[in-house]
């Protein structure tokens, strides 16, 4: 810095010279040993079906990368998927002193199915434990139930309108096919 303010020049240079001596010659002391003062690695995370948001708090410049072409530069990202698949973030972090650092991390996105809204004419829950119960079925109806990761645990045909079925516990995504073809999704909690 040149700026001596009100000081006398002489005694503003004295200043700055005890300054420079005291933070360079302490460079652990200060945070400057680069690259170990510096780091890329996530400070929180999120993950939906279909989204991840990665947080780092670093006061310094960002660039997020993902596999699938986006790019971000804020320290707060959220990218979104249409595809469930194994994606890859590079994130690279540039301090506020220029001392850079990069990271590469890997997640294992599921899109999920998304729930649909004004079918309310079925009921799905689960009161025994292991079982789910179907209530509201006319004719007969594909029941398929998947994982919280999209993965398809069963597929079982279901006739009547009150049907039970023996299903793992865990979050279970339901989706229900007519025979019209018109289609329901819902979650239940299995116990």
């Not at 945070?31 to 890329?40: E, H, I, R, V, Y």
């Not at 079982?131 to 398929?144: D, I, M, R, Y």
């Not at 309108?161 to 793992?168: F, Q």
């Amino acid at each position: 810095a040149t700026f001596n303010s009100s000081l006398p020049a002489d005694t503003a240079a004295i200043l700055r010279e005890i300054a420079s001596a005291t933070v360079l010659n302490e460079p652990l002391t200060w945070n400057l040993d680069a690259p170990n003062g510096t780091s890329a690695l996530l400070q929180g995370a999120s993950v939906g079906p279909g989204w991840l948001t990665l947080i780092h708090n670093g006061e310094g410049t960002h660039l997020w990368e993902c596999s699938n072409g986006q790019t971000f530069t804020t320290d707060t990202v959220t990218f979104t998927f249409e595809v469930s698949a194994i994606y890859t973030v590079t994130h690279t972090y540039t301090d506020p002193c220029g001392n850079t650092d990069s990271v590469v991390l890997t997640f294992d996105i599921s899109v999920g199915l998304e729930e649909q809204v004004g079918r309310e004419r079925y009921q799905v829950y689960s009161s025994v434990p292991g079982t789910l119960q179907v209530l509201g079925a006319q004719g007969e109806c594909l029941l398929s139930l998947f994982d919280a990761r999209g993965r398809l645990l069963q597929n079982t045909h279901i006739t009547g309108s009150d049907a039970r079925i023996a299903c793992p516990s865990g979050l279970v995504v339901c989706r229900i096919t007519d025979e019209a073809g018109a289609v329901w999704t819902g979650k239940v909690l299995v116990e």
